[in-house]
């Protein structure tokens, strides 16, 4: 399906309201019935009924048509955070006794959810350093269910061999399931792949504009029907009719805002790269990439995330450059128009908690849609700012 039919129309049923361009927002709990064989019909066929909206609401259901296709999936749900999407998409696939293999350093929550959460319930799990899929054939034992990818993920962008990963779980008859929140479906199409389930934080690009908490799962039907009547309607919880028509406005452009970040964040690893205060940028789609390859093959750009060491004797050089910056936000989240830093050092020094293991020389930047021109002058000013002390 061609992605301006996708972002522009699919799922738009016009005549139905008006002929307005702009979906309605069906700001409705409840749905009434003209008769009782109308009500009996909805009720024999809920996931694609309008009854109540914690199973269906239209204008939430236009946006999963939209996610499903943009992934190559029979069908999405969308939830109230990438989290319930991660926490549901696992959930369905476990029960007591059953081991669940996950990536290495995950989304922190997925690390959460598998720590204390399913363990109470005798799901068990093994991290592994998925870069080298012997790591993970070696963690599969015969309880093995899931295996629990994130590629790249948000932070240092360790990558797993899709196809590899896929053709692994086939072999040993585990669901695969990845956070594909950091390429979105324009740039890594993991069911093409031969991934079962792919999760995502639409809080990010997605939406893109900062104003928007929520999460997708995209599968075979068979999975999201048993994913409906199961997690998603049990927990409940939903997405928002009113949200899901922001997000449906920001689809419009995700082509767009991808682009320019996509492009603007390589021209600035490029600068990072060969700035004598960086020490060394982490970047998938530079050639001082450790997979670079593996990225260029099933990545189709790298986005707006950079990370780099800067080049720090003490945690008081990393400060003086970040209290430096000027037109990066110091926030968590990425994927909006504005451009944020993370600094490492962020996570030592807090009252009452050890320091963090990762070093304070490493920053996270998101580029967002400003002019990259403008980024770098400011990343300039701090650089000859902290060198001067
Ligand atoms: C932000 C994020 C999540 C969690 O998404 P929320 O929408 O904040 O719940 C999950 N995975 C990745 C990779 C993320 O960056």
């Not at 945690?315 to 990066?328: C, K, N, P, Y």
């Amino acid at each position: 399906m061609d992605l301006d039919y996708i972002l522009n129309h699919l799922g738009e049923d016009r005549e139905d309201y008006y002929n307005a361009v702009s979906p309605p927002i069906i700001q409705s709990s409840n749905f009434a019935f003209a008769n009782l064989d109308a009500f009996r019909e909805a009720i024999a066929n809920e996931a694609n009924a309008t009854i109540y909206t914690r199973g269906n609401n239209p204008t939430v259901r236009m946006l999963c048509k939209k996610i499903a296709a943009l992934e190559q999936a029979e069908d999405a749900l969308v939830v109230g955070s990438g989290s319930a999407a991660i926490s549901m998409a696992i959930m369905s696939q476990v029960k007591a006794g059953d081991h669940v293999v996950c990536v290495q350093k995950p989304y922190a929550w997925t690390t959460k959810l598998l720590e204390n959460i399913l363990g109470r319930f005798g799901v068990s799990h093994s991290f592994v350093d998925a870069r080298d899929i012997s790591e993970i054939e070696a963690a599969i034992t015969p309880s093995t269910t899931l295996l629990m990818l994130e590629s790249p993920n948000s932070l240092t962008f360790e990558l797993q061999d899709l196809e590899a990963c896929a053709e692994l779980a086939k072999k040993h008859g585990l669901v695969s399931c990845i956070d594909n929140s950091y390429c979105t479906p324009l740039y890594q199409k993991p069911i093409e792949m031969g991934i079962d389930i792919v999760v995502h934080s639409g809080t990010k690009y997605l939406n893109g504009h900062s104003d928007v908490v929520f999460g997708a799962i995209c599968a075979n039907r068979e999975i999201i029907e048993k994913i409906f009547h199961g997690e998603y309607m049990t927990l409940g919880g939903i997405m928002s009719p009113h949200d899901a028509a922001l997000v449906i406005r920001g689809l419009r452009t995700l082509p767009l805002r991808l682009d320019r970040s996509s492009r603007s964040a390589e021209r600035i690893a490029n600068f990072l790269a060969e700035h004598p205060m960086v020490e060394s940028i982490i970047y998938p789609h530079h050639p001082s990439f450790p997979q670079y390859d593996l990225a260029r093959k099933q990545m189709q750009a790298a986005g707006g995330l950079i990370s780099f060491h800067l080049k720090a004797p003490d945690i008081e050089t990393s400060e003086r450059f970040f209290h430096a910056l000027e037109r990066f936000l110091l926030a968590v989240s990425w994927g909006g128009h504005e451009s944020l830093v993370m600094p490492t050092a962020a996570f030592h020094k807090i009252p009452g908690q050890e320091d963090s293991p990762l070093p304070w020389t490493l920053f996270r930047l998101y580029i967002g849609l400003e002019d990259p021109d403008w980024l770098m002058e400011d990343l300039s000013r701090a650089f000859e700012k902290c060198k001067q002390g």
